[in-house]
């Protein structure tokens, strides 16, 4: 669930970029939540009171905490939400490279600009969490740290699997179904009785085999191939 929360003194400006809001990613086929604020204050006090949000629409002139201050209040948090603003003075859109603004959005809110700006955060932080996703995986030497994202496909290798790593090949000790339930469910698959593969890394697929980026060919089984097709496009598409 993408968390969002929009921030703005002006409650016709509020309850329309909510509600655009949601309209734009629910059509991009993004599950999200969306929370509604009238007061940096009370935003502020939320996120230190441990609410996580994943992207901040924030007004840059408001009453009390303004939408500049608040991004500055949260820029030493560890996993800080990404910030974009959104007002009617373009002369302060300079001031939210200061905070690592993503976009700088004018009012009255342009759709196309709020939707390329929205689904380009919703990548970054799904880009972010895949990277932040580290599995801790038995091997002969003892256990390795990696990123799920980090592995193009895996097979078997007698009762253990042989992972395709950006370094090279490892072999860890589990069997494939068992490393298949520790991956991210919409981004791995089955294309082949023996092979787990990284959807991420697919660049061309038909109706026998898949081209990896890096030119790496995979085999893909008859009755697999439409569960393959269709989670490839999800994930596109997300």
Known sequence: MYQIAVCDDEQEDLSQAV????????????????????????LLADIRDGRRFDLLLLDVLMEGLDG??????????EDRPDVVFVSSSRDMAL??????????LAKPLDRSELQEALLYCHQ????????RQQLLLPTESGEIRLPAADIRYAEPFGRHSLLALPHGREVVRLPLSQLADLLPQQQFILCHRTVLVNLAYVQ?????????????????????????????LDLLNS
Request: charged share 35%; proline share 2%.
């Open 204 to 232: 061309r697929l038909d109706v026998r085999e898949l081209e990896l980026t890096t030119g790496e060919v995979l085999p893909v089984s008859r009755y697999r191939l439409p569960q393959v097709r269709k989670k490839l």
């Open 124 to 131: 970054e932080a799904r880009s972010r969490r895949e990277r």
């Open 95 to 104: 001031m939210g490279y200061y905070v690592d603004a993503k976009r700088y």
């Open 19 to 42: 509600a655009l809001t949601r309209e734009l990613l629910e059509q991009a086929g993004v599950a999200c939540s969306v929370a509604a604020y009238e007061a940096g204050d009370a």
């Open 68 to 77: 500049l201050a608040l991004a500055g209040a949260l820029k030493d948090l």
